[in-house]
T-cell receptor, first 111, second 112 residues
Framework: DARVTQTPRDKVTEMGQEVTMRCQPI?????VFWYRQTMMQGLELLAY????????DSGMPKDRFSAEMPDATLATLKIQPSEPRDSAVYFC?????????FGPGTRLTVT | GENVEQHPSTLSVQEGDSAVIKCTYS??????FPWYKQELGKGPQLIID?????GEKKDQRIAVTLNKTAKHFSLHITETQPEDSAVYFC???????????FGKGTRLHILP
C-alpha cells in the first residue's frame, strides 16, 4: 500500500553540522508539506510545495533552513548550520487535492 | 492567520466510556476540518474529516460535529477501547488540499 517514506529515521549530529532529510511522497501526489513537531510548539508547518513549486515557506527560519523538490519523487529539507534548538521530529506529508498522508518522521537530535 | 485552540490537553476515560475533544478556530474562511491520530513513534494519521457544508459526520465509533457560527468543532469517540489511546489533533484549512493549521493535541488515555 502506498506510503510516504522518510530518511533517515533518526539523526544525531553536532551543532554546526549540515543535516539533510529526505522524503519520497506517494506516487501521484502533487503537494508536499514539511512539518516540525516538538513538545512545546506542537506541529508546525515549515514549508510546502505544489507541483514542485514552493507555495509557502513562511514557517521556516530562512537563514539556516532550505527546502527543495529536485523532482516529483524527492523532497529535501536541509539545515545548515544545525543548532540544538533544531532538535525535533520532522515530518513530511503528501496530498493530491485532499487528505494529507504523513511519513514516519525523522527524529533529529543536535548536540 | 488561522489559529486553532484544542482542549483538553490530556483526557483519561474508562474503557467503554465516551471521549470528547473540542476545538475552536479563528478564521471564518476555514471550511475543511480534519482530525488526526498519532500513535507513539508514528506520523499523524487522518481518522475523519468534515467540510463546512456538513454539520455532523459519523464513522463507526467516531463522530465529528461542526458549528460554523460559533467556530467550534468536536471529536466524539464512543465505546472507547485500549487501542484508542493516542494523541489526537484537530486542524483547520481554508481550502481542501491547502495547508492546514493544527491544534496542540490531546493525549487520550483509556483506562482499563
Amino acid at each position: 500500500d502506498a506510503r510516504v517514506t522518510q530518511t533517515p529515521r533518526d539523526k544525531v549530529t553536532e551543532m554546526g553540522q549540515e543535516v539533510t532529510m529526505r522524503c519520497q511522497p506517494i506516487l501521484g501526489h502533487n503537494t508536499v508539506f514539511w512539518y516540525r513537531q516538538t513538545m512545546m510548539q506542537g506541529l508546525e508547518l515549515l514549508a510546502y510545495f505544489r507541483n514542485r513549486a514552493p507555495l509557502d515557506d513562511s514557517g521556516m527560519p530562512k537563514d539556516r533552513f532550505s527546502a527543495e523538490m529536485p523532482d516529483a519523487t524527492l523532497a529535501t529539507l536541509k539545515i545548515q548550520p544545525s543548532e540544538p534548538r533544531d532538535s525535533a521530529v520532522y515530518f513530511c506529508a503528501s496530498a493530491v487535492g485532499g487528505e494529507q498522508y504523513f511519513g514516519p518522521g525523522t527524529r533529529l537530535t543536535v548536540t | 492567520g488561522e489559529n486553532v485552540e484544542q482542549h483538553p490537553s490530556t483526557l483519561s476515560v474508562q474503557e467503554g466510556d465516551s471521549a470528547v475533544i473540542k476545538c475552536t478556530y479563528s478564521d471564518s474562511a476555514s471550511n475543511y476540518f480534519p482530525w488526526y491520530k498519532q500513535e507513539l513513534g508514528k506520523g499523524p494519521q487522518l481518522i475523519i474529516d468534515i467540510r463546512s457544508n456538513v454539520g455532523e459526520k459519523k464513522d463507526q465509533r467516531i463522530a465529528v460535529t461542526l458549528n460554523k457560527t460559533a467556530k467550534h468543532f468536536s471529536l466524539h469517540i464512543t465505546e472507547t477501547q485500549p487501542e484508542d489511546s493516542a494523541v489526537y489533533f484537530c486542524a483547520a484549512s481554508s481550502h481542501l488540499g491547502d495547508k492546514i493549521i493544527f491544534g496542540k493535541g490531546t493525549r487520550l488515555h483509556i483506562l482499563p
